[in-house]
């Protein structure tokens, strides 16, 4: 079992960064891929990057160039460094994890999930 907690969003202008945390509970962090999906009002679930314990990544395309994942899997932590933001970022964020599949985009995937983190992009 796996427990996710978020943090690190919030309201920032367009052209600026913020870096999400995501802090995991258990003794094999290391162990699992990390994920971060988005979700924007009435919209579907959106896939954002995913790191697996090695450090290879994953980036969707709306954010590639931007956005950066990391993991320090010492700390337990994966973060969401997000740079030159666009209002079209405005989304909850959250942070997801699975020991089942490697990297991979598909929600299904993922067996645990943070609470999510807003983030708001003013133009």
């Known amino acids: 079992q796996v427990q996710l907690v978020e943090s690190g969003g919030g309201l920032v202008q367009a052209g600026g960064s913020l870096r999400l945390s995501c802090a995991a509970s258990?003794?094999?962090?290391?162990?699992?891929?990390m994920a971060w999906f988005r979700q924007a009002p009435g919209k579907e679930h959106e896939f954002v990057a995913a790191?697996?314990?090695?450090?290879?990544?994953t980036i969707a395309d709306s954010v590639k160039g931007r956005f950066t994942i990391s993991r320090d899997n010492a700390k337990n932590t994966v973060y969401l460094q997000m740079n030159n933001l666009k209002p079209e970022d405005t989304a909850v964020y959250y942070c997801?994890?699975?020991?089942?599949?490697?990297?991979?985009?598909?929600?299904?995937?993922?067996?645990?999930w943070g609470q999510g983190t807003q983030v708001t992009v003013s133009s």
């Open positions: 790191i697996v314990w090695s450090g290879a990544t």
């Open positions: 258990g003794r094999t962090f290391s162990s699992y891929t």
């Open positions: 997801a994890a699975n020991r089942r599949v490697g990297l991979s985009i598909l929600r299904a995937s993922y067996d645990y």
